[in-house]
């Protein structure tokens, strides 16, 4: 079974252009995370969607940082317009409510933004 | 001041050796979380803890819910385990707080 499925897996912009991550989760896991991590930081949760429903976005900066899942399972992440200190990696998850593993997040390889 | 807390943030060991890692929150929990984290970026889960100790392997984690502590514990280390060992907490629901990680070395 394929894992979580994050592209690109690398990212160089200059500050105020957009960019786009996509996540593909795993087949039939009904939650997906964006979290953001900073060098030699733990992940921080951006956004968690239940399906097509996004249930817990308050650590999302909504003045610059988007996202979508509109069919409940890909999702795109989106920044516009990027600044320096956006760099960072961007680490999707997903988990299923309905598994014996409910608790359990699978996590892809994460993209790395580089802001220049 | 964190709601997760690490220590040591580094640690550097032989092979062989047993090795702790703390963690303390400051929160109500309904579970936590040790999760290992390779370079390159991939998160893999360890644990999930609500009370008591798991082993699995030379892997054991333990948990004091009164003193809002938990160690992971690695037996006969081996530079394999080499990584950054992560606890989080599930505060409300799936949101996990992180900490900021451990990152052990294990020298052959």
């Known amino acids: 079974e394929a894992g979580v499925v994050q592209s690109p897996r690398y990212k160089i912009i200059e500050k105020k252009q957009p960019v786009a991550f996509w996540c593909n989760p795993i087949?039939?896991?009904?939650?997906l995370y964006w979290y953001r991590q900073n060098l030699g930081q733990g992940p921080e949760l951006l956004i968690r969607?239940?399906?097509?429903?996004?249930?817990?976005d308050s650590q999302l900066p909504k003045d610059r940082f988007s996202a979508e899942r509109l069919k409940g399972v890909d999702s795109t992440l989106k920044i516009q317009p990027a600044e320096l200190g956006d760099s960072a990696v961007y680490l999707c998850?997903?988990?299923?409510?309905?598994?014996?593993?409910?608790?359990?997040?699978?996590f892809g390889p994460g993209t790395r933004l580089t802001v220049t | 001041k964190n709601e997760v807390e690490q220590s040591p943030q580094n640690l550097t060991a032989q092979e062989g050796e047993f090795i702790t890692i703390n963690c303390s929150y400051s929160?109500?929990?309904?579970?936590l979380h040790w999760l290992q984290q390779h370079p390159g970026g991939g998160i893999v889960s360890l644990f999930m803890?609500?009370?008591g100790k798991k082993k699995h392997g030379r892997l054991i984690a333990t948990i004091n819910i009164q003193e809002k502590h938990s160690s992971l514990h690695i037996t006969a280390s081996h530079p394999r385990d080499s990584a950054v060992y992560i606890c989080?907490?599930?505060?409300?629901?799936?949101?996990?707080?992180f900490g900021e990680g451990t990152q052990l070395t294990v020298n052959p």
């Open positions: 998850a997903s988990s299923s409510t309905y598994a014996r593993d409910y608790w359990e997040q699978y």
């Open positions: 087949s039939g896991h009904n939650t």
């Open positions: 969607y239940e399906n097509e429903e996004a249930v817990d």
């Open positions: 929160v109500g929990i309904s579970a």
């Open positions: 803890l609500s009370s």
């Open positions: 989080a907490v599930d505060t409300s629901g799936s949101r996990l707080t």
